[in-house]
C-alpha cells in the first residue's frame, strides 16, 4: 500500500517474505517513490520485540528520510516460523542479519554498495557484532544498545555464580529434552513478579497499550537466559573498522549499562561518533518523541554522510 508519512515524501510499504536457513522470516518494507536505486537500511530490535514495535517506529522514520528500511520479525517471534517459539537464539540473529541484508541488496530499487544497519537496545548489539563481520554494510547505527559481553557479566556476577546461572540453564534445556516440552517465562510483569525483563519500565512498555501488535507474546523460552549470557556482541566492536559506527545512548539506563556503551565504543577504532541524551529511563528511547527525534536526526545525518 502507498502511504503518506506526514513528512511529504511519499512511502510505498508492503509486507514481504525472505528465508533464512530454510525458516521463513516475515518482514515490512518500505520504500520511498524516488524512482532511482536508494540506499537502504536493515533493522534490529530489543529482545523478544516484533516488527511493529520500536523497529518499526525507527524503520518509518528513516523510510520519510529517504532511505528503503527493512524491519522483520527474527526467527522464533512474531511472524517468522522458527521453533521453539519466543526462543532467543543469538546465532540465529546474526544468520537472520545476514540474510535479511542478501535478500534486501537483490532487490530492484536499492544500491547495493550503500546498505546500512540499525540496531536498537538488544539490536543494537546484534547490529555492532553483525557488522564488525561483513564488510557488505556500509555504515552502522545503534541506539539504547545492550553490548552483551561474557566477561563483564562473569565479572559482574561473580564466576560461581555466572557458572551456576549457566548450570541451571542447562538444567533446563535437559529436562525440556527429555520431556519434550519447553519451558517458559513471562518476558515482563508487573512489578515483583518473575520475568525474564523484571521491573516496572519494561512491563510499562510490553505489558500496557503502549506496545500493544498482535505478533508480540508475553513469553520467553527459559533458556533465552543462557543465550543472553553467552552472546558475545561486544566483540563487534573489536571489528567494526573501517565501517563508520554512531553510537547514540541515554545517560540514565538501567537496562542497558551507559559505562557498558562507553567501553564497548573504546574498543572500536575509527570512524566513529558518540551521541549521549538527557534520557530519564532506557525506554524513553523506544518512543517518546523528546529523545526519539533528536536520535533519528543524528542517524539521519550519519547515514547521509556515509551512505
Not at 553490548?147 to 542447562?170: H, I, K, Q
Request: hydrophobic share 40%; with cysteine; charged share 20%.
Amino acid at each position: 500500500m502507498a502511504t503518506d508519512t506526514g513528512l511529504g515524501t511519499d512511502v510505498v510499504e508492503r509486507s514481504v517474505s525472505f528465508v533464512s536457513d530454510g525458516l521463513r522470516l516475515s518482514g515490512h518494507l518500505r520504500e520511498p517513490a524516488d524512482g532511482q536505486p536508494l540506499p537502504a537500511l536493515v533493522f534490529t530490535g530489543p529482545f523478544s520485540g516484533v516488527k511493529e514495535q520500536v523497529v518499526g517506529t525507527y524503520a518509518t522514520r528513516l523510510a520519510d528520510a529517504g532511505y528503503v528500511t527493512l524491519a522483520f520479525d527474527h526467527r522464533n517471534f512474531g511472524e517468522s516460523e522458527g521453533e521453539p517459539r519466543q526462543h532467543e537464539d543469538s546465532a540465529g540473529k546474526l544468520a537472520d542479519l545476514r540474510d535479511a541484508v542478501s535478500w534486501l541488496s537483490a532487490r530492484e530499487g536499492v544500491d547495493p554498495a550503500r546498505i546500512g544497519v540499525v540496531g536498537v537496545c538488544l539490536g543494537g548489539g546484534y547490529a555492532l557484532r553483525f557488522a564488525g563481520f561483513d564488510p557488505r554494510v556500509s555504515a552502522l547505527a545503534t541506539v539504547a544498545g545492550g553490548y552483551n559481553d561474557p566477561a563483564a557479566m562473569r565479572a559482574g556476577m561473580g564466576a560461581d555464580s555466572y557458572r551456576g546461572v549457566l548450570r541451571s540453564m542447562l538444567d533446563i534445556a535437559a529436562e525440556d529434552q527429555r520431556s519434550g516440552s519447553t519451558s517458559y517465562v513471562a518476558a515482563v510483569a508487573p512489578e515483583g513478579e518473575e520475568a525474564v525483563m523484571g521491573g516496572a519500565e519494561p512491563f510499562e512498555y510490553y505489558g500496557t497499550e503502549r506496545s500493544t501488535s498482535p505478533g508480540w507474546v508475553n513469553r520467553v523460552t527459559r533458556t533465552s537466559v543462557y543465550e543472553l549470557l553467552t552472546a558475545d556482541l561486544a566483540r563487534g566492536a573489536d571489528f567494526i573498522s573501517p565501517t563508520p559506527w554512531l553510537l547514540v545512548h541515554g545517560r540514565t539506563d538501567a537496562y542497558c549499562s551507559p559505562d557498558g556503551a562507553q567501553a564497548t565504543f573504546d574498543r572500536a577504532s575509527d570512524p566513529k561518533r558518540l551521541v549521549w541524551l538527557d534520557t530519564t529511563n532506557h525506554i524513553d528511547l523506544y518512543d517518546v518523541p523528546e529523545f526519539v527525534e533528536p536520535a533519528i536526526a543524528e542517524i539521519t545525518a550519519w547515514f547521509n554522510k556515509h551512505l
